[in-house]
């Protein structure tokens, strides 16, 4: 039980361009799931803590207005990358907490080109 | 705000040998979790620990939460190919403003040589 799945794997995108990632819990409802970023060889970077029908929490040094976070229901979240640039690329992670402890989504390569 | 210190980095060891790794805190945690991170996967939780000197084992694996709530180490014995991968320690407060949160070390990348 407690599947995140998240898509899409990997994204290719223009600079400029807009990027939406889901996460989803499969089989329990997620209130609160959190959103990372992981540069190559580095570790995972807490970005925002998101809430189910209120704001997210951004932590220091991210970019609200960038980084759109939506946790509409208890089942999704999504985070959406606007005016993506180069330095963007990374590896996104997202994660909900549950009964069993904290379970990650397999994560999406977004490519800026 | 808190910090994990993991180490090694990195390793490399003959396949069946033991590993062992360890995380070190400036701060108290109240949870301490392994994960293992497969390359463009997302982190896969091994262990999960919730009372400070809780011993705890799955399969081949073995994590202790330090006496102090400062510390935790991880142990794989008689190691596989498939071993291989990034392992993670995570710090979860637990309580107060942001205590769901997780604090991740730098990671271990563990190459076995068959």
Known sequence: ?113 | GQQLNQSPQSMFIQEGEDVSMNCTSSSIFNTWLWYKQDPGEGPVLLIALYKAGELTSNGRLTAQFGITRKDSFLNISASIPSDVGIYFCAGQLGSGAGSYQLTFGKGTKLSVIP
Request: aromatic share 12%; glycine share 6%.
């Open chain 1, 1 to 113: 039980g407690a599947v995140v799945s998240q898509h899409p794997s990997w994204v290719i995108c223009k600079s400029g361009t807009s990027v939406k990632i889901e996460c989803r819990s499969l089989d329990f409802q997620a209130t609160t799931m959190f959103w990372y970023r992981q540069f190559p060889k580095q570790s995972l970077m807490l970005m925002a803590t998101s809430n189910e029908g209120s704001k997210a929490t951004y932590e220091q040094g991210v970019e609200k207005d960038k980084f759109l976070i939506n946790h509409a229901s208890l089942t999704l979240s999504t985070l959406t990358v606007t005016s993506a640039h180069p330095e963007d690329s990374s590896f996104y992670i997202c994660s909900a907490r549950t009964e069993f402890g904290y379970t990650f989504g397999s994560g999406t390569r977004l490519t800026v080109v």
